[in-house]
T-cell receptor, first 115, second 112 residues
Framework: GDSVTQMEGPVTLSEEAFLTINCTYTATGYPSLFWYVQYPGEGLQLLLKATKADDKGSNKGFEATYRKETTSFHLEKGSVQVSDSAVYFCALSDRGGSTLGRLYFGRGTQLTVWP | EAQVTQNPRYLITVTGKKLTVTCSQNMNHEYMSWYRQDPGLGLRQIYYSMNVEVTDKGDVPEGYKVSRKEKRNFPLILESPSPNQTSLYFC???????????FGSGTRLTVV
């Protein structure tokens, strides 16, 4: 079945450091891929998405490229800020078959950025 | 403002007392879904709905019921809550799988 595996945290970085959070997926169809962010005490917000191979999603300085050959969708940011401290979730949505409309999440990665 | 609204935000109840968590969206989305979030387990899907009167089980449906009588509403019903249903619950809606889901602010439920 469909599933998402993301690197376990917590991840602790100094401000302006480079961030990578790894995400790999297993899917039977042609999934769309997402990164969601959850700030403390809040719900999940869509950070970026990619709907086909080689697409790059980007938002707020974060980027992720849909790599079909390695079934990956790693999240990167060149220079993190304290305000980026949050939990990040990788997710996929399969577009067809019996799982249409379902969204599968990784377990989340806690990021803490120190000034 | 486009949003998913859940109520209540916080709820403490006793074992066995039926409760309903409401969810409403104002975006005319076809897909709606309920998740629970637990430490170390991430988000797990409880039920989802692809349209009015069309619902299906997610990964952890036991002990929960849902209904989709109107497009905008998707209530989560716990007929006989138990302490292992203590969790943070999120409702979400989407126009379609490629668009991603919009999430509500969450309902923190404690069953004692």
């Amino acid at each position: 079945g469909d599933s998402v595996t993301q690197m376990e945290g917590p991840v602790t970085l100094s401000e302006e450091a480079f961030l990578t959070i790894n995400c790999t997926y297993t899917a039977t169809g042609y999934p769309s891929l997402f990164w969601y962010v959850q700030y403390p005490g809040e719900g999940l917000q869509l950070l970026l998405k990619a709907t086909k191979a080689d697409d790059k999603g980007s938002n707020k300085g974060f980027e992720a490229t849909y790599r079909k050959e390695t079934t990956s969708f790693h999240l990167e940011k060149g220079s993190v800020q304290v305000s980026d401290s949050a939990v990040y979730f990788c997710a996929l949505s399969d577009r067809g078959g019996s799982t249409l409309g379902r969204l599968y999440f990784g377990r989340g990665t806690q990021l803490t950025v120190w000034p | 403002e486009a949003q998913v609204t859940q109520n209540p935000r916080y709820l403490i109840t006793v074992t066995g007392k039926k409760l309903t968590v409401t969810c409403s969206q104002n975006m005319n989305h076809e897909y709606m879904s309920w998740y629970r979030q637990d430490p170390g387990l991430g988000l797990r899907q409880i039920y989802y709905s692809m349209n009015v009167e069309v619902t299906d089980k997610g990964d952890v449906p036991e002990g929960y019921k849902v209904s989709r009588k109107e497009k905008r509403n998707f209530p989560l019903i716990l007929e006989s809550p138990s302490p292992n249903q203590t969790s943070l619950y999120f409702c979400a809606s989407s126009p379609g799988g490629q668009s991603g889901y919009t999430f509500g602010s969450g309902t923190r439920l404690t069953v004692v």
